[in-house]
């Protein structure tokens, strides 16, 4: 389409202009342009933009890998997944076991999201999962030198820091034991970022499929897909009177607690599997309202 008007532009400035000589010298001219403006354009139209720097990351057992999984599954455009997501995706739609096995070393999950049709950015949401004291090893080494035997945390740590946007996970099945949740560490990883980068943060609860038989009950049988702003408030309430929830607000500012969680369905007390389509395909809920947010 541009193309097309600028080669009408030549042609009218050719053939109609009184004021324009008309000579095959201005038109080769004119053509040169015209030519030189849609090489460049082009090349500004298809250049890649970096966008933010998304850091995820939570304490031991609290979804952090399945949360990963979600957000590529419902990103719309995402690109160069690591192998470590590739297989945790791979291992999520196995239907011969329920979930994912836990981590049991080092796992290195990261994807690039493409946003926009016309000026693309590229979005880096990454996170790194490592059984064992997590969060702790992560607040000793944001102001501590690299040692030898714990590499990955001090690179850790610098990713974190060098994060646009920071993403907190919190295990909502232990619910109400906010003292298990790991925040007072996130917190403590919060005050030691540099000082003069400006950092947006949101808190996300996982596994909130624990608590949509009680929306229920309070909505009088409306299912949480139907009104995502009003679950989303019913989960925020839910959570938003504990002491440590809200130093942890007042530290990353006025942001909000997002619910995610895959739609479940009990197996015996105390397990739930996943739902699956007939392809085993998982459903979630919660991640593309969380994905268009971190892009506002």
Not at 223 to 239: A, G, L, Q, T, V
Not at 248 to 276: A, H
């Amino acid at each position: 389409m541009i193309l097309a008007g600028l080669i009408i532009f030549v042609f009218f400035n050719y053939h109609l202009s009184p004021y324009i000589e008309n000579n095959i010298n201005t038109t080769i001219s004119d053509v040169v342009v015209v030519s030189v403006f849609i090489y460049f354009f082009k090349e500004f139209a298809m250049y890649t933009f970096k966008g933010p720097k998304l850091f995820m990351f939570g304490p031991a057992n609290s979804g952090k890998s399945l949360f990963m999984a979600g957000c590529y599954l419902e990103a719309s455009a995402p690109v160069n997944p690591s192998d470590d997501l590739l297989e945790l995706i791979d291992e999520l739609h196995t239907t011969r076991i329920d979930w994912p096995k836990h981590t049991t070393d080092v796992k290195d999950y990261h994807f690039t999201y493409e946003y926009g049709s016309l000026f693309i950015k590229n979005i880096l949401f990454k996170m790194i999962d490592y059984p064992g004291p997590y969060l702790e090893k992560i607040n000793e080494y944001m102001d501590k030198k690299e040692d030898k035997n714990e590499k990955i945390f001090a690179k850790l740590a610098q990713d974190v820091k060098k994060s646009d946007k920071l993403i907190f996970i919190i295990d909502g099945e232990k619910y109400p034991d906010f003292d298990q949740m790991g925040i007072i560490e996130y917190i403590k990883i919060l005050k030691k970022m540099p000082k003069r980068r400006i950092i947006d943060s949101c808190v996300v609860i996982t596994k909130c499929d624990l608590f949509v038989d009680e929306y229920k009950d309070k909505e009088k049988n409306e299912d949480p897909e139907n009104d995502y702003n009003n679950f989303k408030k019913f989960i925020s309430n839910k959570f938003i009177h504990d002491i440590r929830i809200q130093q942890l607000l007042r530290v990353v500012g006025d942001v909000s607690i997002y619910p995610v969680f895959y739609y479940t369905k009990q197996v015996d007390k105390n397990k739930r599997k996943p739902m699956r389509d007939y392809a085993g395909n998982v459903f979630t809920f919660g991640f593309s309202e969380l994905i268009d947010d971190m892009l506002k």
